[in-house]
């Protein structure tokens, strides 16, 4: 008895749906996994950079030396113009670090010298500062090469003071990223600032997503239990009507909850924030067009996503079957979510770059990133296609509305047959 | 005139025909009953004629408006209560009233067609209540008010007193039985012969997606020589098995 009970259970919820559901989560997770795997083995890996000695001497062989051994080095001379040109044209290259002439005859005088930094940071994902985030350790170890050098050399006279000798060095940085030029930050406190810009904007759209969606599709199930959908159909109203006014109420009722959501999650996220930086002071700040662009940005993928939750919600035979349909929108909204999370849009390969764009949930999620670099055209775009693609969802919606489908339950082929 | 026009009417889902030539019409001030076992055929003609299923082939006209050619008007005209019609449980019953009227009505008439629905379900002070407090019963009065609220000029009714007690399906019979005008009609299917022959004018006997017999109670029973509705039914019934008992064997 106990086992007719189990089989009936396991007959009950063992269902193709929720098998394609535990199938995506598996992919997304090993996903997920490839993505951490991938950024340890970015960690493993030396950071380019190019450099300009200038200083002549036993000090700058030892730092020039020690550079040779903890980075690749792709330009090694004396042009500082040179040295950046060829850090560009390269994909991976991260600093150009410039010793001035007078580097220990200053250190050696009590006074702190100057390494220059000019950073480039190719994009504000959390893998896209890896290679500089191992730079800034490098520099560390290397002003304890540049105190030993200074113990060495004072020993006998020992006139320099304990602090100097501890951090021997001052760094002038600069951070190039893509057309702005960001003085005094190097990427990784910029990426720290942009972390809102990097968790919190996929996240608040992913839950946006997942609220509008999961009410069409229920509301969707309830009609058909309930049996309202067949009265609703018998109204002299169009099926245009009908399609637009559930996407268009739940759209309004899943940025209302939104708001508040996104409220809370700032909150969480704000703690983890660089609170001292300001945007408008390093060019990164947003211009009231530019919110409203991320608005209509936002709204457009949100209806796409309600369409798309429609089209899946024809599908629902009642509200319990409406909840597994919930789960494709989740997927599709949580791989952009994590790609645009670690990498930026520029920064990755053109199948993904394309995978990105495909998916209209990406261009909220990319879209404030974009404007900070006033990409408008990328942010614009993205906004056509999503509402193309919501336009061709809907005329599909609406035709099946006019069809037999919604009444009678799309059959699988084999059935049908 | 007929205010429904139903001629060589065919469902076929692949090979299986749902419905299979029928025909049948009904004029303004009847009641016209659909009955027959399940899976007759009952619900999916009643779905044509009320526009949410496509017909295969044949002539369905809604006050001479064609369902696939003219839906939007057709549902002008009509009044769907599908069989165990829920409502939106979030809404009170007055509100549910006035969404419906919204879809029938111009802003000033909603008002007085409210007033009717209300009347028609009289549910006293349970109206401004949500509909998910209501028992079965009350929430069917509800449903047929809202069917019956914009005085359709065609009531298509499946099931209408389906699951509910006497007393409860005698009230929804007598709301039925006084919605009708001479500008107006009532198709219903049912399973209650009872019903049927207390409140048609006329019924169509349907099985196996066939009409078998059309004609007013009274004269089917003459016919039949039986004393109502139901012995009808069976006397129909088993013929029909009888007569499909050589075809198996041959099979």
Redesign the interface.
């Known amino acids: 008895m106990l086992m007719n009970l189990i089989k009936k259970e396991i007959k009950e919820l063992l269902t193709p749906s929720t098998v394609a559901v535990i199938l995506v989560i598996t992919v997304l997770f090993g996903s997920m996994g490839k993505l951490i795997g991938a950024a340890k083995d970015e960690a493993k890996k030396k950071p380019t950079i190019a450099i300009v000695i200038k200083e002549k001497g036993p000090l700058a062989d030892r730092l020039r030396e020690f550079l040779r051994t903890k980075t690749t080095l792709i330009y090694e001379g004396d042009s500082r113009e040179e040295g950046f040109a060829a850090l560009k044209a390269s994909k991976k290259g991260v600093a150009l670090v410039i010793i001035d002439q007078g580097f220990e005859k200053t250190l050696l005088a009590g006074k702190p010298a100057l390494i220059k930094v000019e950073w480039i940071m190719r994009g504000a994902g959390l893998m896209d500062t890896i290679s500089s985030g191992i730079l800034e350790r490098t520099f560390l170890d290397l002003n304890k090469q540049i105190s030993a050098h200074l113990i060495d050399a004072t020993k006998d006279k020992g006139d320099l003071s304990s602090s100097h000798v501890l951090n021997p060095t001052v760094k002038f940085e600069n951070t190039h990223y893509k057309s702005k030029r960001i003085p005094a930050l190097s990427p990784n406190k910029i990426a720290q600032v942009l972390v809102s810009q990097s968790i919190t904007i996929p996240m608040a759209v992913m839950i946006i997503i997942m609220l509008g969606g999961s009410m069409v599709i229920t509301s969707m199930g309830l009609e058909k239990e309930n049996k309202t959908l067949e009265t609703l159909l018998t109204m002299p109203v169009s099926r245009t009507t009908i399609v637009m006014g559930k996407i268009m109420g739940s759209a309004a009722v899943g940025l209302f909850m939104a708001a508040f959501y996104m409220v809370g999650f700032k909150f969480y996220v704000s703690s983890f924030e660089t609170g001292t930086i300001d945007l408008a002071l390093l060019g990164l700040d947003l211009n009231a067009f530019d919110y409203i662009l991320v608005g209509v940005s936002l709204f457009s993928s949100l209806l796409f996503g309600l369409a798309m939750a429609m089209l899946l919600g024809i599908m629902a035979k009642d509200y319990k079957s409406a909840q597994v349909l919930t789960y494709p929108i989740m997927g599709l909204a949580m791989i952009p979510m994590f790609l645009t999370m670690y990498r930026d849009f520029d920064t990755v390969t053109p199948l993904v770059k394309t995978v990105l764009f495909v998916i209209p949930f990406s261009h909220p999620m990319m879209a404030m990133r974009h404007l900070t670099l006033d990409n408008y055209l990328l942010v614009s775009l993205g906004i056509v296609y999503s509402l193309t693609v919501t336009a061709i969802l809907i005329a599909i919606i609406v035709k099946i509305f006019k069809t037999d489908k919604l009444i009678t339950g799309i059959m699988p082929l084999r059935k049908r047959a | 005139m007929n205010l429904l026009e139903v001629s060589g009417l065919t469902k076929t ?2 090979t299986n025909h749902a419905v299979n030539a029928i025909d049948f019409h009904i004029a303004g001030g009847e009641i016209f009953g659909l009955i027959g076992p399940n899976g007759a055929g009952k619900t999916t003609t009643l ?1 044509i004629i ?5 017909k295969s082939s044949g002539e369905v006209k809604v006050c001479g408006h064609d369902v696939q050619t003219d839906p ?1 008007e057709v ?2 005209s ?12 979030n809404l009170k019953g007055r509100e549910y009233l006035e969404f ?1 009227a919204g ?2 009505a111009e802003k000033k008439e909603r008002p007085a067609m409210v007033e009717r629905g209300m009347s028609i379900a009289n549910l006293g002070a349970r109206i401004n209540d949500k509909v998910s407090t209501y028992s079965k019963g009350m929430t069917r009065r509800l449903t047929i008010a ?1 069917a019956l609220m914009m005085n359709p000029k065609l009531a298509i009714l499946d099931e209408p007193t389906s699951g509910l007690d006497v007393i409860n399906a005698h009230e929804v019979r007598n709301i039925i039985k006084k919605s009708i005008s001479e500008r107006s009609a009532v198709l219903l299917s049912s399973h209650n012969m009872l019903e049927v022959d207390y409140l048609c004018d006329r019924i169509a006997l349907i099985s196996g997606g066939v009409i078998v017999e059309t004609g007013t109670p009274d004269s089917l029973k003459e016919k039949y020589q039986c004393s109502n509705i139901e012995e009808i039914f069976m006397k129909i019934v088993e013929t029909l098995s009888h007569a499909d008992e050589p075809d198996k064997k041959r099979d």
């Not at chain 2, 009320?50 to 496509?54: A, D």
């Open positions: 889902y692949g779905r009320s526009t949410l299923l496509s939007h549902r002008r009509i009044s769907y209560l599908p069989e165990e019609a829920g409502v939106y449980k419906i879809f029938h809202r």
